[in-house]
């Protein structure tokens, strides 16, 4: 078998231990994460989702337990660690806030040149990411600081990108974005790992997002890990998404509400597509029990 | 780590200091500052030590916490110390080498001036850990209410100082977050040489600025939405009221204020 490209066994995370505000923000995490894939990571508002991610590029050192790269542990050799960090990305939420060179092009170069690398690297890097997020190269010479909101958090984006990580980490990249904004960021995210066949991870609290691009799902609850499955099987769980504070999706509701009424029906139904083939059996099939 | 900033602490808890009056807490520190630097020897000195320790039982706030209120200081002690011991003359000679020479006078004052900061810092960490930030410029624009009369404006001054008061924790975690954020592009704050360090900053000061001038504009907007129109006309949700108790603080104190003056002249004077 292949070696993951990141893995964390019993990874465990404690904050402010021994105090009286001793609070476990992760506990006993175990997973495997392939090359290539796009997991969606879910889980409501404290669930350890943003602390979990911290750990995968050393921004945090577990209280226990270890993250390993290539099958190789991140902390092995302390004084690497920001090589760790050029190879997995992160951006954090809210990115356009970490924005404050004079220019989109330098703020773009800010990663690659800290990576060392020659001018020209660092030009192509910068070319080539920008058409990524969707924007071209009549930005480069304007101030970050008079783009709209979008357009900061996609040049945000491609600040990370243009470091070329094995593994791209974005936290919340929809948050705060109308569903137009939303739509395009996620198939940017999609596009990108489709073109350049590197690990994406999105975190997230909407359901309905991550089931858009996610090839897995990796859904937190209280500290913990919940499920780590596919799609399919991670949405077959719906009910006990539901009671974990998570908003599933309108259309896995709505096939709830009809097994509820007694309708023999599928619930781990999330596109449009499914729901329409399984309306169709339904009604073929005329009423069941 | 920047968390462990203490400025402006609240330390819970409800013990008579916790109570008290801020405006007569503030006056009591204020007194108590003065008797510190009024102590010529070690007799009032000591009588001081016994007001603050007093105080600290009172509070109820253990002891630790004052200890942590003074590691970020103990270099400047030291540092006074040392130019006291050297730069005083005066008294006996103790030591002589070459160029320096130590002097009993000198001994004295560094004594003198380690204890008095201490003491001065201690005392106004009693103030702040027992008495909410909002309280306390409350308490302060009370206090300063007769400048009224030279037009300084005294409200908008408080208004300020409790604004600036709120925002410190904000601005940390802001500063937290920005830093973590380019620490994840590779930025390196922790090696290099000092110009190198300086310079790795300007990707987090940019930022915060821009972020604190959002934050100014956004809470402008906000008071102006909820028809803050500055001091005139304000009346108070909490109404500060002084209690016999109050007094009898302010009246302890005063007595020690005299008694300090006592024996400062009955005692003699170290320095």
Not at chain 1, 90 to 113: H, M, N, R, W
Not at chain 1, 258 to 286: C, H, P, Q, S
Not at chain 2, 190 to 214: C, M, Q, Y
């Amino acid at each position: 078998m292949s070696i993951s490209i990141l893995e964390t066994k019993n990874l465990t995370h404690i904050y402010s231990k021994g105090t009286t505000s001793q609070v476990d923000a992760i506990r006993d995490v175990n997973l495997k994460i392939e090359k290539g894939e796009l997991v969606g990571i879910i889980g409501h508002t404290g669930s350890g989702k943003s602390t979990l991610i911290q750990h995968f590029n050393g921004l945090l050192k577990g209280t226990s337990g270890t993250v390993l790269l290539d099958g190789k542990d991140i902390w092995e050799d302390k004084s690497k660690i920001r090589n760790v960090r050029f190879r997995v990305g992160i951006c954090f939420q809210y990115p356009e806030y970490q924005l404050f060179e004079e220019t989109v092009y330098k703020d773009i170069a800010f990663g690659p040149s800290n990576m060392k690398l020659s001018k020209d690297e660092i030009d192509r890097r910068v070319r080539n990411v920008i058409k990524f997020v969707g924007l071209d190269e009549s930005y480069f010479e304007k101030s970050p600081f008079d783009l709209s909101g979008g357009e900061k958090r996609r040049v945000a984006i491609a600040g990370v990108m243009a470091m070329e990580p094995d593994v791209l980490i974005l936290d919340e990249p929809c948050a705060g974005l109308d569903p137009k904004g939303r739509d395009t960021v996620l198939s940017l995210i999609s596009q990108y790992r489709k073109s350049t066949g590197s690990t994406v991870l999105v975190v997230s609290h909407s359901m309905e997002d991550i089931s858009k691009i996610a090839t897995r799902v990796l859904v937190m609850n209280e500290s913990k890990l919940a499920y780590y499955d596919t799609v399919d099987a991670v949405f077959s769980h719906s009910e006990e998404l539901k009671s974990m504070g998570l908003n599933i999706p309108a259309l896995t509701s709505l096939f709830l509400r009809l097994k509820e009424k007694g309708y023999n029906v599928n619930t781990n139904i999330y596109t449009l597509e499914k729901a329409r083939d399984e309306l169709l059996t339904l009604l073929k099939g005329g009423k069941s029990e | 780590m920047i968390s462990d900033i203490t400025i402006g602490q609240y330390y819970k808890g409800d013990s008579f200091v916790h109570k008290m009056d801020p405006r007569i807490k503030i006056l009591i520190t204020v007194i108590f500052i003065v008797m510190i630097f009024m102590c010529k020897n070690f007799l009032s000195l000591l009588l001081a030590g016994i007001f603050l320790v007093a105080s600290i039982f009172a509070s109820r706030v253990p002891f630790r916490m004052f200890f942590k209120s003074l590691k970020p200081i103990v270099p400047i002690v030291i540092f006074t110390a040392v130019i006291n011991i050297f730069y005083i003359g005066g008294g006996k000679e103790l030591l002589s080498l070459g160029f320096v020479s130590i002097t009993s006078k000198g001994v004295f004052t560094a004594v003198f001036m380690a204890v008095r900061i201490v003491l001065l810092i201690m005392s106004s960490s009693i103030l702040t850990y027992t008495t909410v930030p909002t309280m306390l410029t409350d308490a302060i624009e009370r206090l300063l209410s007769p400048l009224k009369i030279f037009h300084i404006q005294v409200h908008t001054l408080a208004m300020m100082m409790t604004l600036a008061l709120r925002f410190i924790p904000t601005l940390i975690e802001e500063i937290e977050r920005i830093m973590n954020a380019q620490k994840a592009r590779g930025a390196d704050f922790e090696n290099g040489s000092l110009t190198d360090r300086a310079k790795a900053l300007v990707p987090v000061l940019i930022p915060l600025f821009v972020s604190a001038f959002r934050r100014a504009y956004e809470l402008a907007f906000a008071m102006n939405c909820r028809c803050y129109t500055g001091g005139a006309g304000r009346t108070r949700m909490k109404q500060m009221k002084l209690h016999i108790s109050d007094f009898a603080a302010l009246f302890v104190f005063a007595a020690g204020f005299v008694g300090i003056i006592l024996i400062n002249k009955f005692f003699g004077v170290v320095i």
